[in-house]
């Protein structure tokens, strides 16, 4: 079974500051993919990455990046110079060979103005 | 733009009501999922299906049941609801396969059993 970690609960930055948010993963299968998704108050999930367990090669798509280490296990986001928009709950999650889509609790991000 | 639909964004139902939760998706997929997320835990996996007629249970079946008679739609149900079923409820879709294409999820179903 597959199982994800996202230690922090609630982040809060001032805007225009980064924020970096940790995800740990554990599976026993040899291949997988990762996910971010983004949540806003809206409810929606909102697909942001995925990253297969043979690509990691980190990305930056504008003010998102990403860091995956297979070596450790980690998945982490970030964010670069925050926007009030950006306030949302951010999840990491997990499919492994049986396409279950096992998620962390989640980050609580709060961008004050 | 491809989707998956909720029937309800909005449920209000009474202790002991059978309840159906309707997730309709058009994007051929062959895998479908039914979430429930509560504050501080995340979203955990109630239900999944593979195929037309197929189910599986995930981490919290008890007290749900499924449907999937058409490929297209994936029913939730809830025998007898009761107050510690209040919650969101997420329908999500997916090709068969790894991850191929991702996962579409829906808008949510706020449930409330009072």
């Known amino acids: 079974a597959q199982k994800v970690t996202q230690a922090q609960t609630e982040i809060s930055v001032v805007e225009k500051e980064d924020v970096t948010l940790d995800c740990v993963y554990e599976?026993?299968?040899?291949?997988?993919?990762l996910f971010w998704y983004k949540q806003p108050p809206s409810g929606e999930l909102v697909f942001l990455i995925r990253?297969?367990?043979?690509?990691?090669q980190n990305e930056i798509s504008g003010r998102y990046s990403w860091n995956f280490q297979k070596s450790t296990s980690s998945f982490n986001f970030t964010i670069t110079a925050s926007q009030v928009v950006d306030s949302a709950v951010y999840f990491c999650?997990?499919?492994?060979?049986?396409?279950?889509?096992?998620f962390g609790k989640g980050n609580q991000v709060v961008v004050i103005p | 733009d491809v989707k998956v639909t909720q029937s309800s964004r909005y449920l209000v139902k009474r202790t002991g009501e059978k309840v159906f939760l309707e997730c309709v998706q058009d994007m051929d997929h062959e895998n479908m999922f039914w979430y429930r997320q509560d504050p501080g835990l995340g979203l955990r996996l109630i239900y999944f299906?593979?195929?037309?007629?197929?189910?599986e249970k995930g981490d919290i079946p008890e007290g749900y049941s499924v449907s999937r008679e058409k490929k297209e739609r994936f029913s939730l149900i809830l025998e007898s609801a009761s107050t510690n079923q209040t919650s969101m409820y997420l329908c999500?879709?997916?090709?068969?396969?790894?991850?191929?294409?991702?996962?579409?999820f829906g808008s949510g179903t706020r449930l409330t059993v009072v």
């Open positions: 599976t026993r299968d040899t291949t997988y993919y």
């Open positions: 990253r297969n367990s043979f690509d990691e």
């Open positions: 299906s593979y195929d037309v007629k197929m189910k």
């Open positions: 999500a879709s997916s090709q068969q396969g790894r991850g191929l294409g991702g996962y579409t």
């Open positions: 999650a997990v499919a492994g060979g049986n396409n279950r889509l096992a």
